[in-house]
């Protein structure tokens, strides 16, 4: 059973800074994604890296804020969010594949695991 948990989320005002971490169980080299989820909204992506962590892809609303990275030895990947802003609010959910070595997965039915996701508040 592959288990992902984020951590990280919480309260901050417009323009600060948030660090998601995703600790998977074991799995270290599989593509992983960031997704999010505000009320009333569908799903939606936010970024990508592959398996090496040497590629990522961002969603246009955070490209240049938002930073996708992982450790391999730590099985963990993380989501540097800077700049924050109040549309950023949501819950933060990271996915992984099940296909080892993958590439940039960047739709949701490409993931096989999900987390159970973390709340992130942006406030003005």
């Known amino acids: 059973q592959v288990q992902l948990v984020e951590s990280g989320g919480g309260l901050v005002q417009a323009g600060g800074s948030l660090r998601l971490s995703c600790a998977t169980s074991g799995r270290s080299m599989y593509a992983m994604g960031w997704f999010r989820q505000a009320p009333g909204k569908e799903r939606e992506f936010v970024a990508a890296?592959?398996?090496?962590?040497?590629?990522?892809y961002y969603a246009d609303s955070v490209k240049g804020r938002f930073t996708f990275s992982r450790d391999n030895a730590k099985s963990t990947v993380y989501l540097q969010m800077n700049s924050l802003k109040r549309e950023d609010t949501a819950v933060y959910y990271c996915a992984a594949d099940n296909r080892p070595f993958g590439g940039l997965r960047i739709r949701h039915y490409e993931y096989d695991y999900w987390g159970q996701g973390t709340q992130v508040t942006v406030s003005s």
């Open positions: 890296i592959n398996w090496s962590g040497d590629s990522t």
